[in-house]
């Protein structure tokens, strides 16, 4: 195998005019948030997702510490986040004082089980918060109901899932909040990124107030107020106008971006789909008539055993696959911000066994079947070594 140039885990790529557009907002004067490439980029968001608006932020956490305080989390409460998440998807809530209840995901989708969700419900619980894992739709429907039915908003950690759809619907359109992020591991890039997306017409304002560090500079600038003045809780969250710019290339190319990572994610699956039973693969799954974002592509290896060595053995053969996240329930921030310990048996195997391959919108052929032959090579070898 030709190891001169490595296979990269992630490879920032541009759409067409993101260079042109940071020039241009260079040009405009304005590069702080709130500029003109920022209304463009929220207004392309707020109609394709079909949202009340969209609040570009500097980050995807910035946007579920927004979350956290519209639906007014403080001490003594209780969210739901699963365990098989980032840390972002649980700080949000505890610094505003929550206590956080972890809940196991289940097979095949990896995303938030409800039977464990509704098991895990009482009146302390005030939130829960869904995470559509690798852009494949979690059981949001069914959460949804549970959140309705005991009187608690639904928040969608929607970081892997925009543009997917779910029963017809936009990941990120069945919460009361939902949250995106344009991390340059993303499908839609701009360095560091997120977003807001508001689905009820009366959480605008206080959305905005937030956003604006506490004041009603929105009411000003849109002619409603005669003067602009602090108003309550707020931060500056506030996406730079440049990197918005940024975005907006690469929102503007969204159809074609995601017919590349689609493209990708089916070689992936036929290069490796004739390898799954002789090597106890498991590739990923979506619900049948579902529109996933073909955020990632992993394995889940036959076990927790050999993940660590199929990791070396591919990196010596010039690729570079990753593992995903550590269980939150296991890690030292759960001792004193979880509010009980669980056991999540799902999250534990399934962590332990995920391997991620390198994915990026300009992957080429050539790249999958060098890392595709690296992942068989070393789970062979892997296995024997192990049996031996």
């Not at 260079?19 to 590069?31: E, K, P, R």
């Not at 990026?360 to 060098?370: D, G, I, K, Y």
Request: charged residues 20%.
């Amino acid at each position: 195998m030709d190891n001169a140039i490595e296979v990269p885990f992630n490879r920032p790529c541009l759409a067409g005019q993101e260079m042109n557009y940071i020039a241009q907002a260079v040009a405009n004067g304005h590069s702080s948030a709130k500029g003109p490439f920022t209304e463009r980029a929220e207004h392309l968001l707020t109609e394709r997702l079909n949202a009340e608006g969209v609040l570009l932020t500097t980050s995807c956490t910035d946007a579920l510490e927004m979350a956290a305080m519209m639906v007014e989390i403080g001490p003594g409460d209780v969210v739901i986040v699963p365990s098989f998440t980032f840390s972002s998807t649980a700080t949000a809530f505890a610094r505003q004082g929550a206590k956080l209840r972890f809940c196991d995901i289940r097979k095949p989708d990896l995303g938030l089980d409800p039977d464990d969700v509704e098991a895990s419900m009482d009146d302390r619980v005030k939130a829960i918060v869904t995470v559509h894992y690798a852009g494949v739709a979690s059981d949001v429907t069914r959460l949804q109901a549970i959140a309705q039915r005991f009187g608690v908003p639904l928040i969608e950690d929607n970081a892997h899932g925009l543009f997917a759809d779910h029963d017809g619907k936009q990941l990120g359109s069945f919460g009361r909040f939902s949250t995106l992020s344009f991390h340059e591991t993303k499908n839609f890039i701009c360095g560091e990124g997120g977003a807001l997306v508001v689905n009820n017409e009366g959480d605008l304002e206080a959305a905005h107030i937030l956003l604006d560090k506490g004041t009603n500079r929105r009411q000003f600038l849109d002619g409603l107020a005669d003067k602009y003045t602090w108003h309550g809780h707020g931060s500056s969250f506030g996406l730079s106008d440049l990197l918005a710019a940024f975005l907006l290339a690469q929102l503007e190319r969204a159809d074609e971006i995601q017919s590349k990572r689609r493209k990708i994610h089916g070689k992936y699956t036929e290069l490796l789909m004739p390898h799954t039973e002789r090597l106890a693969l498991t590739l990923p799954y979506h619900h049948q008539g579902d529109k996933p974002a073909d955020h990632m592509f992993y394995v889940l290896l036959p076990s927790a055993a050999i993940r660590g060595e199929v990791i070396k053995l591919m990196r010596s053969a010039g690729v570079q696959p990753t593992f995903h996240y550590v269980p939150l329930h296991s890690a030292p921030g759960a001792s004193e911000l979880a509010d009980s310990d669980r056991h999540l048996p799902v999250t534990d195997d399934i962590s332990g066994r995920l391997l991620r391959m390198p994915f990026f919108n300009e992957l080429t052929e050539h790249e999958q079947e060098r890392v595709a032959l690296a992942l068989v090579e070393a789970v062979e070898a892997s296995i024997l070594s192990t049996a031996t």
